[in-house]
């Protein structure tokens, strides 16, 4: 015997809607930061020149009277060269695409930034850490 229809339309509507809102759904969020994609030989370059700061901000940290950006600014100085090779890699990993050489100028310059901020923060941290803590109130 067959199965009446539903008095009204709306139901069988709405579980198809259903099924295709889900069917469209994306299946993962997917980043388009290129840095949360980079390939190994990107990410190698990018773990060396963040590696190289941190070793050049760490006899700079006691400087308790400098600004942390002043500090983390003076490291990333002294790694210009692991900088220049984020770049390269960059340009390696991405040749062929066009404007490939602005894309790595600023993919490297935002690197050199997310450094910057890890190593003030680090800083800020670390003087927060060997401050004086103050006594509860009573």
């Known amino acids: 015997m067959k199965k009446p229809l539903p008095a009204s339309p709306a139901p ?3 579980t198809s809607l259903v099924f295709l809102l889900a069917a469209c759904a994306p299946t993962s969020k997917v980043s388009h930061d290129p840095l949360s994609i980079a390939r190994a030989p990107v990410a190698a370059a990018i773990n060396d020149y963040q590696r190289c700061a941190q070793d050049a901000l760490a006899p700079l940290k006691d400087d308790a ?3 942390v950006f002043a500090l983390a600014d003076a490291a990333l100085a002294t790694c210009a060269p692991a ?3 984020v770049r390269r890699s960059i340009l390696a990993d991405n040749a062929g695409h066009p404007y490939v050489a602005a894309f790595a100028d600023e993919a490297s310059e935002n690197v050199r ?3 910057r901020n890890m190593l ?3 800083v800020n941290r670390a003087r927060e ?3 004086p803590q103050p006594a509860p109130a009573k």
Do not use: C, D
């Open 12 to 14: 069988l509507l709405l």
């Open 65 to 67: 009277t400098a600004s």
């Open 83 to 85: 900088h220049e090779a």
């Open 113 to 115: 930034l997310r450094t």
């Open 120 to 122: 003030a923060h680090s």
């Open 129 to 131: 850490a060997s401050a």
